[in-house]
């Protein structure tokens, strides 16, 4: 993206010279809606992606990504009028009265017919097979009856027999018949892009010829977890230290958002390192389109994050959201130095996001506003986050101000008769407890105004 389009875009900056943790709390909604107006002055200055071109992959790999090309039909789907059932094509009015109609042949799936039905006629067809001529429905071979004793030719069908459609049913002429072009005429445009690519997708891709699909590049995210007390996950911790989970989490909510992680060394709490980790994450080397770091951001003595990104030119859209948890989430863009050659990237600013170290507020923040950044990188068009309705089963009592996004277990298999799935939240000690975190499987949303809820509340859930 060139600078020029991120400085076209609406998003209002708060001034870096004023200390982000002394910059008031803005709500969850105007939060989102500054991500939002970030992604739409990239969308209104026309291509908000550097020109990379699409790659080409076979249709077998293309799962996941997003679509960067149309899909067209390329021939009238269903491409003949086609027989749904089992059964017998007829003449709906004739089949109706129940009379008895001589068969007069037999079309499979993958044949031709090569004759039109008469009067008085029906023939014998397959679900998948073109209704001949002269037909206008289908009646099912379990409604049928048949009587007669001609002989059986190799096509195992008796002609000479004669068949009915069982009293008292009758058939509407169109029933069980697909009409030729009915889902889709020849050259129509199906899908266009920027659609996530999954099985459907795959299923028309096939359905219309494409061996290969040109799909969006994957955006690539720079992961800085900050902090003295982090170690590798393969190290054994001294007594105050714990390891670095984060990186390994964030790259996990990175790829399952179609996106490439680029996990950087972790930076102690110190200057001249945390400024060195946010030069690295600007480099060409890391050539990254989206930068996450974790930790050092709160108040305290140690949270150096803040100076660093200040000192590498950043411009921060905001500086804490009401919400629970995840409150000191970051959101800014930061220069690329002046003197890099024009990277993968281009010259144009690195959107960041400084998510809170406790593990369950850097998930929280993720999904709430890194989220939809990355799938608008990714040229994805579909909304994110994704909220969905669930009852709570159990009554619940806190403070309100802050909207909270609690890790819950929702249990999405069929619930009759409410046909609402139940979620219930996961007992925790708060956002560093990463086994409860484990437990979850969404996180309930408690607007900001509610301080209890009565047991059987229908609730928003923020689907992970
Ligand atoms: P901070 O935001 O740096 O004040 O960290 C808040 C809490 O999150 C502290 O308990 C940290 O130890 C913990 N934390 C910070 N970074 C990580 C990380 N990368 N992995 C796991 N826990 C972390
Ligand atoms: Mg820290």
């Known amino acids: 993206m060139g600078s020029a389009k991120l400085h076209a875009?609406?998003?209002?900056?708060?001034?870096?010279?004023?200390?982000?943790?002394?910059?008031?709390?803005?709500?969850?909604?105007?939060?989102?809606?500054?991500?939002?107006?970030?992604?739409?002055?990239?969308?209104?200055?026309?291509?908000?992606?550097?020109?990379?071109?699409?790659?080409?992959?076979?249709?077998?790999?293309?799962?996941?990504?997003?679509?960067?090309?149309?899909?067209?039909a390329d021939r009238d789907q269903p491409p003949f009028s086609r027989s749904t059932r089992d059964g017998f094509a007829c003449r709906a009015a004739e089949a109706s009265t129940n009379q008895l109609l001589f068969l007069a042949g037999q079309i499979r799936a993958g044949e031709a017919p090569t004759k039109a039905i008469r009067l008085g006629e029906l023939w014998e067809i397959m679900t998948g097979a073109p209704v001949p001529a002269g037909a206008d429905a289908v009646f099912m071979v379990e409604h049928s009856e048949r009587s007669g004793a001609g002989s059986s030719d190799s096509s195992g069908i008796n002609s000479g027999d004669f068949v009915r459609l069982v009293a008292p049913r009758t058939i509407q002429p169109g029933e069980n018949i697909v009409p030729q072009a009915a889902e889709a005429r020849a050259g129509d445009l199906l899908l266009p892009p920027g659609v996530r690519i999954s099985a459907p997708q795959i299923a028309l891709a096939a359905q219309c010829g494409y061996t290969q699909l040109a799909v969006f590049p994957r955006p690539r995210v720079a992961i800085l977890s900050t902090g003295d007390e982090l170690v590798p996950i393969s190290s054994t911790p001294g007594p105050s230290q714990i390891r670095n989970s984060n990186s390994a989490m964030l790259a996990a909510l990175v790829a399952a958002a179609g996106a490439d992680p680029v996990i950087l060394p972790t930076a102690p709490d110190q200057e001249h390192a945390t400024d060195a980790a946010v030069a690295l994450a600007l480099s060409d080397e890391t050539n990254a389109d989206?930068?996450?770091?974790?930790?050092?951001?709160?108040?305290?003595?140690?949270?150096?994050?803040?100076?660093?990104?200040?000192?590498?030119?950043?411009?921060?859209?905001?500086?804490?959201?009401?919400?629970?948890?995840?409150?000191?989430?970051?959101?800014?863009?930061?220069?690329?130095?002046?003197?890099?050659?024009?990277s993968r990237s281009g010259p144009g600013p690195l959107p960041f996001f400084a998510?809170?170290?406790?593990?369950?507020?850097?998930?929280?923040?993720?999904?709430l506003f890194a989220a939809p950044l990355l799938a608008a990188l990714s040229q994805d068009t579909s909304p994110q986050p994704r909220f969905a309705l669930a009852q709570l089963p159990e009554a619940w009592k806190g403070n309100a101000g802050l909207t909270r996004f609690l890790p819950a277990h929702c249990d999405f298999s069929l619930n009759q008769p409410e046909m609402t799935p139940r979620v219930r939240l996961v007992p925790w000690q708060g956002s560093g407890d990463i086994a409860a975190f484990a437990r979850s499987n969404c996180f309930a949303v408690i607007p900001d105004q509610v301080a209890t809820l009565t047991e059987g509340t229908l609730i928003q859930i923020l689907i992970t």
């Open 290 to 342: 989206l930068l996450l770091i974790t930790g050092g951001i709160s108040a305290g003595r140690f949270d150096l994050v803040e100076g660093s990104l200040t000192r590498a030119g950043a411009r921060f859209f905001f500086g804490g959201v009401a919400i629970q948890p995840g409150k000191p989430v970051v959101f800014g863009q930061l220069p690329r130095p002046a003197t890099s050659p024009q």
């Open 355 to 367: 998510l809170p170290g406790n593990p369950i507020s850097s998930a929280t923040t993720f999904h």
């Open 9 to 72: 875009c609406t998003v209002s900056t708060i001034p870096t010279t004023i200390e982000l943790m002394a910059t008031p709390l803005i709500s969850y909604t105007e939060a989102a809606e500054q991500v939002h107006r970030f992604i739409l002055g990239m969308a209104n200055e026309g291509d908000p992606l550097p020109p990379r071109a699409p790659e080409m992959l076979p249709l077998a790999s293309a799962q996941g990504r997003v679509l960067a090309q149309e899909i067209r």
